[in-house]
């Protein structure tokens, strides 16, 4: 049988210590997450932590800031759960996850977390290129509005909720869905994943 691993990427507090997590469109991620943790730990497949850092920038990804860790309200790593910190945007680059998966004999892959169009769409997508069978779970992850590329630096989530122009977070994961679906990924729900509707992908 195909082995399998849980991708959780970059569910961690340096977001939500952002004031742009105001706008974020799955506040309770956390519990989405969980849901999915438990199920693939029911199931003994592998579940590999990711957390994004950018050292020396001073910022909410800089480990320094102290926000490089956890979503409070995640469930904790297991120990031999392997965990790995990335300074690229797809999980892959920057990390040995490939070679972990390799070791592993992983062969699908389930991906969550944050952002839905950033880092899990990107990691979604190189793991299909690089022959991982992909589920893209789509409601364990979340997202925020985005911003036009025209509009200023330094606006308020507020500023950017009520530019016309901002591409709303249901917008970002509909385009995100369009993308990935029939070429990178099969999108599926949390409920899906661990209930009797579960796709091909992971059964």
């Keep these: 049988m195909t082995q399998r691993a849980l991708i ?15 706008l974020i469109d799955n506040p309770d991620i956390a519990d989405d997450v969980n849901r999915l943790v438990d199920h693939a730990r029911d199931r003994d497949d592998l579940v590999v932590w990711v957390l994004h850092q950018e050292p020396g920038t001073g910022g909410a990804f800089d480990p320094e800031s102290g ?3 956890y979503l409070d309200g995640l469930r904790a790593p297991a120990a031999g759960e392997p965990q790995l910190r990335k300074t690229s945007h797809n999980a892959f680059t920057t990390t040995n996850l490939q070679q972990l998966l390799t070791e592993h004999g992983i062969g699908e892959l389930a991906i969550c977390g944050i952002r839905t169009e950033q880092c899990c769409e990107t990691t979604a997508r190189l793991g299909s290129d690089l022959g991982y069978q992909v589920t893209f779970v789509i409601d364990a992850t979340a997202t925020n509005p985005i ?5 200023p630096d330094g606006l308020t989530p507020e500023q950017i909720a009520a530019d016309p122009r901002t591409l709303p977070a249901s917008a970002v994961v509909e385009r995100t869905v369009f993308a990935l679906s029939g070429r990178f990924a099969t999108v599926a729900t949390v409920d899906q994943v661990v209930g009797s509707g579960v796709p091909a992908a992971i059964v």
């Design 67 to 69: 926000h490089v860790r």
């Design 8 to 22: 959780v990427i970059d569910v961690q507090e340096s977001f939500r210590s952002r004031p742009l997590w105001r």
């Design 147 to 151: 911003a036009h590329p025209d509009a």
